[in-house]
Structure formats: C-alpha cells, structure tokens
C-alpha cells in the first residue's frame, strides 16, 4: 500500500505567489528526498534531509523535515514559470534500503 | 551529476511479444538500480531492486516471471517485460545508487514508454 502521502495533488499560483506542498508518513522515515519532474520527463534530484527537525535552502526553495522524522513540506517563496512541474518526495523506511515515492505535487504557475 | 541512460526511449511492440528495457550507469558503478513505473499524471511505482550478481528483490504485486531483471554488471541492468499486454503499457523508469544505502544518492534514467498494441 501506500507508504508516504502527498498533498495536495494540484496546485495552480500566480507568478510570485508562494506553494508549499506536504509529505506524510504513517511511519518514521530514515530520511527524506525531493525530486521535481518536468512534463515529459524524468525526476531529477532536488535534496536529501536525514536529521529530525533539518531545514535546507536553495535560493527560493525551503526543505523541512518534521522532528518526528514523519513529514516533510517544500515551500516555494514567489513562484516563476520555471518552477512548473510535478514535486515527488520520496521516502525512506529504516531497515529498507530503497525509497517509496509519494503521489507527487503539480504545480501550475500562471504568468 | 552521474549519468544514466535508457534505451529503448520509446517502443511499440506487439500484444504477446517480449521487450527488453536496458539501463546503463555511464561514469559509475551502480551497486543497486531500481525500476519504477509510471502510469499518466500518477507517481512512481517501485516494481524491484536490483542489485548487481544477485538476484532482484520484487515488491509486493509485481510478478517476477512477468518482469525479469537482470543485473550482469554495475554498470547495466535489464528489465524484460515478457508476453506484453495492453495492460503493461507504461512509462518505465529505472534509477542507479552509487553505494548500498538510501542516503546514497539515486540518479534517474530518461526513462522508456512502452506502448502495447
């Protein structure tokens, strides 16, 4: 079943308007990648978060890790066109050495 | 950043016939290669890991004799999707990790569209 959810599934933004999407486990994670897929392509690394309560930045990008080691949220501060795609989180378990990916984030930005 | 390659890109085959997907790591060696896949609009799907000179691990769902994986090397696997149907047709993606743990680093392939008539 399912490991890891994603919320939401659709966002659509004004260009400069902020996006955050949301990644829950039921279950503690190890530690946590983004990956970010353009239409038509394949997934391309973001970052990786492994301690409780970690943040990382990259330029507009915020990357959280729940201290619980059980969500994660990306937050986008003033979105732009370039920033159009489907944002996956993918998860994973102790003990298993491989990521369940979450049902992804589309992310629409209007000019 | 590391460079996986797949080919076919896309295929067209006949309902019945078997199609053979190959993921290559051009410059590394790949210890374990994933394969996920993909259907329209929907997530990544984990189908196996594969892990060089050992036999896949498949997950819960996923027929093994229906998708063989082969790891001859670090630097190649193979997926087969044997007597294709309507059904199988999806967008296949595989991944190679550089070491053994999921803090390692996965790096996608472009991925291959299967298209089963």
């Known amino acids: 079943g399912q490991q890891v959810m994603q919320i939401p599934q659709y966002q659509h933004v004004q260009e400069g308007e902020d996006f955050t999407t949301y990644c829950n486990s039921s279950?503690?994670?190890?530690?946590i990648q983004w990956y970010k897929q353009r239409p038509g392509g394949h997934p391309v690394f973001l970052i990786q978060l492994v301690k409780s309560g970690e943040v990382k930045k990259q330029k507009r990008l915020t990357f959280q890790f729940g201290e619980a080691k059980k969500n994660s949220s990306l937050h986008i501060t003033a979105t732009q066109t370039t920033d159009v795609g489907t944002y996956f989180c993918a998860g994973a378990l102790y003990n298993f050495n491989k990521f369940y990916f979450g049902s992804g984030t589309k992310l629409n930005v209007k000019p | 950043g590391a460079v996986v390659s797949q080919h076919p890109s896309w295929v067209i085959c006949k309902s019945g016939t078997s199609v053979k997907i190959e993921c290559r790591s051009l410059?590394?060696?790949?210890?374990?290669m994933f394969w996920y896949r993909q259907f329209p609009k929907q997530s990544l799907m984990l189908m196996a890991t594969s892990n060089e000179g050992s036999k896949a691990t498949y997950e819960q769902g996923v027929e093994k004799d229906k998708f063989l994986i082969n790891h001859a090397s670090l630097t190649l696997s193979t997926l087969t999707v044997t007597s294709a149907h309507p059904e199988d047709s999806s967008f296949y993606i595989c991944?190679?990790?550089?070491?053994?743990?999921?803090?390692?680093?996965?790096?996608f392939g472009p991925g291959t569209r299967l298209t089963v008539l």
């Open positions: 991944s190679a990790r550089v070491g053994p743990h999921a803090t390692n680093e996965q790096f």
């Open positions: 410059d590394f060696q790949a210890t374990t």
């Open positions: 279950t503690t994670l190890s530690n």
